[in-house]
Structure formats: structure tokens, C-alpha cells
T-cell receptor, first 115, second 113 residues
Framework: NAGVTQTPKFRILKIGQSMTLQCTQD?????MYWYRQDPGMGLKLIYY???????DKGEVPNGYNVSRSTTEDFPLRLELAAPSQTSVYFC??????????????FGQGTRLTVV | QKEVEQDPGPLSVPEGAIVSLNCTYS??????FMWYRQYSRKGPELLMY????GNKEDGRFTAQVDKSSKYISLFIRDSQPSDSATYLC?????????????FGKGTKLSVKP
């Protein structure tokens, strides 16, 4: 059982470059999330999606974009990388409340450094 | 005001101690309360969850929710070095398209042998 898979695990970007962080889940979860985690700052919600074709901003969406064309995939796009986007990025997924366990499953994270 | 507040610590206790971790939240609409545990360089994993006020026990862990004061606690009895991790509280709304899942900053716990 793969669960939530994030790629890449590590990446170094130069300022102004762009990249896509990939996230895929095989649990048929409707809800998917992107968080960033900075040291001592907990998890900050960037974007989330309640189903294919539906996305919404979280607490810190600026500088990021997402799409949700399928239930399985929820890529996060950085268009013009900035040093402030150096962080660990986590993707998560779960069922909506009332449909089985509401536990959110997390990927192993992507460590991004912008230099 | 951030929706979920949590003291980041760090918290250091001797093995066998009782640990108390706490969060407060501001949105009275939250109905689903969770505690996640995160080991170093890993993704968070669900430890406990509850939908209602009161206590929920699972082995050495007890989750407590007081909706009237918007206060969430996690108690760890007979703490072990393997409990050393960051503990994050999280809240969510229920129903419809309310998919938002909000985390506190996390409290880093170290249990010394």
C-alpha cells in the first residue's frame, strides 16, 4: 500500500526558477492538502482540494498554484522561486467526514532549498 | 488571531513522567480534534482523534477536549524515550465542503532515559 507519495524528496532551486512538487495518493481520498513546515512554525496550509476540479486557498497561498484534474494527483507549482519558499513541503489526503476514517495521511515530505 | 495556538516548547521530561500538552482554538465551529505525532524528518502520523468534549483514552495516551473553553489536551502517562517527537494538535470542521484542516505549531517533546 503506497499511501501518499511525494516527489522529489529533495531539491535545490535557484531564485526565479520554477518547479512542480508532485503528490499522488492511492486511497481514493477526496480531500488533499499542501502544507509547508518551517522550523518551529508547525504546518501552514498552502492550498487544499475537496475533490477533482475544486481547489481553495489556505493560509499562505502566495507564490504557489495547484490543480486537481484527478482524484489521485494534486501537484503544487512554484512559478518564481524565492528564498522565502525554502521549507519542507508535505502533501496529505483524507476522506471527508462521515466516510470512513477521517485520518489525514501524510507523504514523507519534499525538502526544498532556494538559493 | 491564529485559529489554533500551541506552545512550541521544547519540553524535556525524565522517563516515566506524566506529560501534558495543550492547545487552544478560536473557531467554535470546529468539531473534530486530533493529535498528530511527528518524528524527526518524517511526515506527521495520527495519534488520536475525538469528535466531542470529554476524555478519550488509548493505552498511555489520553486526549481531552473542553469545547466550552476551546481547550485541547494530550496526556502521556509513563513517558518513554520513544515518545520523543513533535506533537501537533489539529482541528477541522465537519460536513459539506469544509475540508480545511488546521494545525498548531507543534510542541517538541524530549523524554530523557
Amino acid at each position: 500500500n503506497a499511501g501518499v507519495t511525494q516527489t522529489p524528496k529533495f531539491r535545490i532551486l535557484k531564485i526565479g526558477q520554477s518547479m512542480t512538487l508532485q503528490c499522488t495518493q492511492d486511497m481514493n481520498h477526496n480531500y488533499m492538502y499542501w502544507y509547508r513546515q518551517d522550523p518551529g512554525m508547525g504546518l501552514k496550509l498552502i492550498y487544499y482540494s475537496v475533490g477533482a476540479g475544486i481547489t481553495d486557498k489556505g493560509e499562505v497561498p502566495n507564490g504557489y498554484n495547484v490543480s486537481r484534474s484527478t482524484t489521485e494527483d494534486f501537484p503544487l507549482r512554484l512559478e518564481l522561486a524565492a528564498p522565502s519558499q525554502t521549507s519542507v513541503y508535505f502533501c496529505a489526503s483524507r476522506y471527508p467526514q462521515g466516510q470512513g476514517s477521517t485520518e489525514a495521511f501524510f507523504g514523507q515530505g519534499t525538502r526544498l532549498t532556494v538559493v | 488571531q491564529k485559529e489554533v495556538e500551541q506552545d512550541p516548547g521544547p519540553l524535556s521530561v525524565p522517563e516515566g513522567a506524566i506529560v501534558s500538552l495543550n492547545c487552544t482554538y478560536s473557531n467554535s465551529a470546529f468539531q473534530y480534534f486530533m493529535w498528530y505525532r511527528q518524528y524527526s524528518r518524517k511526515g506527521p502520523e495520527l495519534l488520536m482523534y475525538t469528535y466531542s468534549s470529554g476524555n478519550k483514552e488509548d493505552g498511555r495516551f489520553t486526549a481531552q477536549v473542553d469545547k466550552s473553553s476551546k481547550y485541547i489536551s494530550l496526556f502521556i502517562r509513563d513517558s518513554q524515550p520513544s515518545d520523543s517527537a513533535t506533537y501537533l494538535c489539529a482541528n477541522a470542521l465537519l460536513g459539506g465542503s469544509q475540508g480545511n484542516l488546521i494545525f498548531g505549531k507543534g510542541t517538541k517533546l524530549s523524554v530523557k532515559p
